[in-house]
């Protein structure tokens, strides 16, 4: 991976991402309001590489959990993670608009919805029957709201703000 301009502005903008997941994490000003989800559309469709497209979302959710602690759950979550990255490589890989974004960062609310509650419900958290399971998405309603606002606002974010430097021709025209 070359060191170029390009590089240097996605870590800057994954790395600011992390400070907030962390910082909100250790203050709890909004539950379920992260923006790994957008950090792995951003990456994945970002990053020529497709080893640094899932490798940098794992990274930062690795690096971002050594602060913040490790949970049960982890193998769900990241799993997650990963679909949301293969989302991103294959629907907004050289084919960014803000609808693909808008659509895609929805879709990764409901991927992460759907697999980490899942994975709550498996590892025990609720009864081991169809009730329980449907139980377990009804509780994890009310945290729906943030993760999709987090995700719609950080892939508005982290694809408009690089949008907008390759708009200013600050940006070195180099492939990762």
Known sequence: M?????????????????????????????LNFSPVAAIALFGAANFKNRIFGFAVPMLVMFASDCVIGFHPYMPFTYGSFALIAFLGMTVLRNQVSTKRVALSAFASSLIFFIISNFGVWIMGGYAKSFAGLELCYWNAIPFFGNTLGSDLFFSAVLFGAFEWIKQTNWLVKAKA
Do not use: D, T
């Open 2 to 30: 070359l060191l170029n301009k390009y590089n240097v502005v996605i870590i800057g903008m994954m790395l600011a991402a992390i400070a907030f997941r962390i910082f909100n994490h250790q203050y709890h000003v909004l």
